[in-house]
């Protein structure tokens, strides 16, 4: 070191930028760019031709850029697989494949505290946020009808831009992909866990099948104590009819979950597609179960 060099000039051997740097530099090459009405957006490349990102930005066909070996990026076109606005994600597939599929990782070890990486390419160039992690919670079903395995929540906002782009820990694997749509002023990430589930879905039916009833119903207080759903009307064709249910039935559990007014009766309902199920019901002051078949649609 020269008399003029001060030691902080110096890089450490235990600095962590290199480590950070490492880590986004790690999955760069598998973020991809999503044009928008507005700027631009970002999205994962999930396997060699399939590229995962915000359902709620993404149009039904994209030109979607993909970072090159030598830094150039390329125009490819994509056209949609399918979408869950339950869980805000869209499946593309695109054109030529090659893609370079993103490490990933499942929620096991990680904890409030750790910190992680948000990571977007909404121009050319890769972008970072560091962050710290903020809650990793448990199953949640979100307003949309969808399901999260868990749910990963950081301790600030996302930039704009990047919803779609993923979460990366310091090793650069991947924890999620942001989303800011799903809960009303919450930035989640959808983990890795329901991005496969969703994503096998998509492949095989092009949509996530979600259970149907064919009912209308409103809350209403069930005599006796508690409350359930008060069946209004009865599609002619649906299940509930083929099974019997009338107007003035009141819902109050299925399978044993209780239904304590519509809300909770889309949730209930939104994995049982396609089951058989005994739904508890009061008809008449009596209490009555009724085995239904679910129907489905997305």
Same mark, same amino acid.
């Given at each position: ?34 044009? @928008?009405?507005? /700027? ?9 031709? &399939?590229?995962? +990102? ?14 090159? &070996? ?8 994509? #056209?949609?697989?399918? @979408? ?16 370079? $599929? ?7 070890? &990680? ?44 301790? @600030? ?23 800011? +749509?799903?809960?009303? @002023? ?26 149907? &009833?064919? #009912? ?8 006796? !104590?508690?409350? /359930? ?11 509930? $009819? %083929?099974?019997? *249910?009338?107007? /003035? ?11 304590? !007014? ?6 209930? *309902?939104?994995?049982?597609? !396609? ?6 019901? #009061?008809? %008449? ?14």
């Amino acid at each position: 070191m020269s008399e003029t060099q001060s030691a902080s000039s110096v890089p450490s051997a235990l600095d962590p930028s290199a480590l950070f740097a490492a880590a986004v530099a790690r999955v760069a090459p598998s973020v991809v760019r999503i044009p @928008r009405r507005r /700027g631009g957006g970002s999205g994962l490349a999930w396997a060699e031709d &399939l590229v995962i +990102t915000s359902s709620f930005h993404a149009a039904d066909e994209l030109v979607i850029g993909v970072p090159g &070996l030598d830094g150039a990026m390329a125009e490819r076109p994509a #056209v949609l697989v399918g @979408r869950d606005p339950g869980t805000d994600l869209a499946l593309f597939r695109v054109e030529g494949g090659g893609l370079t $599929a993103a490490p990933t990782r499942g929620l096991d070890g &990680l904890a409030a505290g750790h910190l992680a990486f948000a990571v977007a390419r909404p121009g050319r160039a890769i972008r970072a946020s560091l962050r710290a992690v903020g809650v990793v919670g448990p199953e949640v079903r979100t307003p949309a009808g969808g399901r999260l395995d868990r749910y990963v929540e950081t301790d @600030r906002s996302l930039p704009r831009g990047f919803a779609g782009g993923p979460l990366v820990d310091l090793r650069g694997e991947v924890i999620g992909m942001n989303t800011r +749509t799903l809960l009303a @002023r919450v930035d989640l990430a959808v983990p890795v866990a329901t991005i496969q589930r969703v994503v096998d879905a998509l492949l095989a039916h092009g949509r996530v099948p979600r259970g149907y &009833l064919g #009912v209308g119903v409103y809350p209403v207080e069930v005599p006796g !104590g508690g409350r /359930g759903a008060l069946v209004a009307s009865v599609d002619e064709n649906g299940p509930a $009819a %083929a099974a019997g *249910l009338v107007v /003035g039935d009141i819902v109050v559990a299925i399978d044993g979950d209780a239904v304590r !007014g519509p809300d909770e009766l889309r949730l209930v *309902l939104a994995d049982r597609a !396609g089951a058989t199920v005994v739904v508890a019901l #009061v008809r %008449a002051g009596a209490r009555a179960d009724v085995s239904v078949t679910i129907g489905t649609r997305s």
